[in-house]
């Protein structure tokens, strides 16, 4: 009886201390979830059209705010943004604040990698830039359109930031559908246009992972094909950095702005899969001269007939475009 007694006691220790290592949360986690909670009801006044409920909000950003000066207290001063920069950075994390469309907006997201890049725009530039994963707060922009899609590349004050999370859930559902299906020969790789511009790029990942089976563990195979993709797009995102960077003190509206990324990184290393995306998506642009140019790039090479596209047909458009808006600007 003794011995039964000892053996629960024992049982309930163990169940505590695990439980205790899975659900205990570090001072930097409820720092990042006070932040998140802070930024996004202010989001929420913004958008709210009762003044009814933007009081109860208001109410609950304070709280929010308040609850974070008192974590924070003696780690950073949330008043002084490089300090706040410096201390998420210590811990992986990219924080960002900045004014957007006369708004304050806010990014906090996972440094995947850093680095340094030199791109062609045609003038050399050289740049600081940051692959972020996904996203803990997003930028008001991103917040009120919903879901939908991300943008690929944005500049921050010092840095370009690459976004992962514009690619990576794309690359996992696309994984999960063929390890399924097992295709046997590239014929069953052409669904859609998404996933035949998908297949294109990613052709040797493809046929090595989903026909040859080198892989048969599945979670391995899964990161394998994410990782070995997300290299794959790396150039042309880091291309798009590169405009972005040399356009950086141009003061261009910001949906130009990105048009020009997009387009120049195309024009410097086009794939299927992103020409793709950016045909099926509708970024709402509102300058003038981002409205041309997404119209005429969704008027060009259709994707009725996505195998009829080639490489350097999307290099010669985007370029084409590019300095016709150059030309007209």
């Known amino acids: 009886m003794a011995s039964r007694y000892v053996h629960l006691f024992l049982g309930l220790v163990i169940l505590f201390a695990v439980s205790s290592i899975i659900t205990r949360t570090t001072p930097f986690d409820k720092i990042a979830e006070n932040l998140k909670r802070y930024c996004y009801m202010d989001y929420e006044i913004r958008v709210s059209r009762s003044s009814g409920d933007s009081r109860d909000l208001e109410y609950y950003r304070d709280k929010y705010k308040e609850q974070l000066d008192l974590l924070s207290n003696g780690m950073f001063d949330d008043h002084r943004k490089d300090e706040a920069k410096a201390y998420f950075v210590k811990n992986g994390f990219l924080y960002e604040a900045w004014e957007e469309d006369e708004h304050r907006s806010y990014l906090l997201a996972k440094i995947v990698d850093r680095g340094v ?23 008001f922009s991103e917040y009120r359109k919903g879901p939908g899609p991300k943008p690929f590349v944005s500049a921050g004050e010092k840095a370009i930031y690459l976004y992962r999370d514009s690619l990576e859930p794309l690359l996992r559902w696309y994984f999960q559908s063929l390890w399924a299906t097992a295709p046997k020969e590239s014929s069953d790789f052409h669904g859609d246009p998404l996933s035949y511009s998908l297949y294109r790029d990613l052709q040797e990942i493809c046929e090595e992972i989903f026909i040859k089976r080198h892989y048969m563990n599945k979670r391995s195979a899964e990161e394998t094909f994410v990782e070995e993709g997300f290299k794959v797009f790396l150039p042309t995102l880091l291309g798009m950095g590169a405009r972005m960077a040399a ?12 048009l020009r990324a997009c387009l120049a990184g195309l024009s410097r290393h086009p794939n299927h899969t992103i020409f793709c995306i950016l045909k099926m998506v509708n970024l709402h642009p509102h300058s003038p001269l981002a409205v ?31 300095n016709n808006l150059e030309d007209s600007s």
């Open 117 to 139: 890049h030199k791109g062609a725009t045609p003038e050399e530039i050289g740049f600081d830039y940051f692959i972020l994963g996904k996203k803990k707060i997003v930028p």
């Open 247 to 258: 356009d950086r003190d141009k003061h261009l509206p910001s949906d130009y702005q990105y």
């Open 292 to 322: 041309k140019g997404w119209k005429i790039f969704l008027q060009r090479l259709e994707l009725t007939y996505p195998d009829e596209i080639t490489l350097q047909q999307i290099s010669e458009m985007s370029q084409d475009i590019l």
